[in-house]
């Protein structure tokens, strides 16, 4: 059975950071890429960044390019999304998932979303 449990989020200034993880299982984590995805009440769930496993190799969306680090553990099939510079904007609920995707997507593409991580940007 899939499962992604996300952490880390959390209140903070505009400007701060925050380190979010993303725990992975029921799959063999070092075959697929790993999402980042973000989503705020009645906006579409939009990727943010993504690492392939197999080689490292990552993506980042405009919006975070330069502010955001993604970077996996494979010895611990656990993902990271360092946060920095963050904006007001950055606000939303951030999941992961094993699909590799910069913009916006379909839920319904993935049936097995996690419970999420709060990050709220106070301006």
């Known amino acids: 059975e899939v499962q992604l449990v996300e952490s880390g989020g959390g209140l903070v200034q505009a400007g701060g950071s925050l380190r979010l993880s993303c725990a992975a299982s029921?799959?063999?984590?070092?075959?697929?890429?790993i999402s980042w995805f973000r989503q705020v009440p009645g906006k579409e769930r939009e990727g943010v960044s993504c690492?392939?496993?197999?080689?490292?190799?990552?993506y980042y969306a405009d919006s975070v390019q330069g502010r955001f680090t993604i970077s996996s553990d494979n010895a611990k099939n656990t993902v990271y999304l360092q946060m920095n510079s963050l904006k007001p904007e950055d606000t939303a609920v951030y999941y992961c998932?094993?699909?590799?995707?910069?913009?916006?997507?379909?839920?319904?593409?993935?049936?097995?979303w996690g419970q999420g991580t709060q990050v709220t940007v106070s301006s």
């Open positions: 998932a094993p699909i590799c995707a910069t913009g916006p997507i379909v839920v319904s593409d993935f049936g097995s």
């Open positions: 029921g799959f063999t984590f070092d075959d697929y890429a």
């Open positions: 690492i392939r496993n197999s080689d490292g190799r990552t």
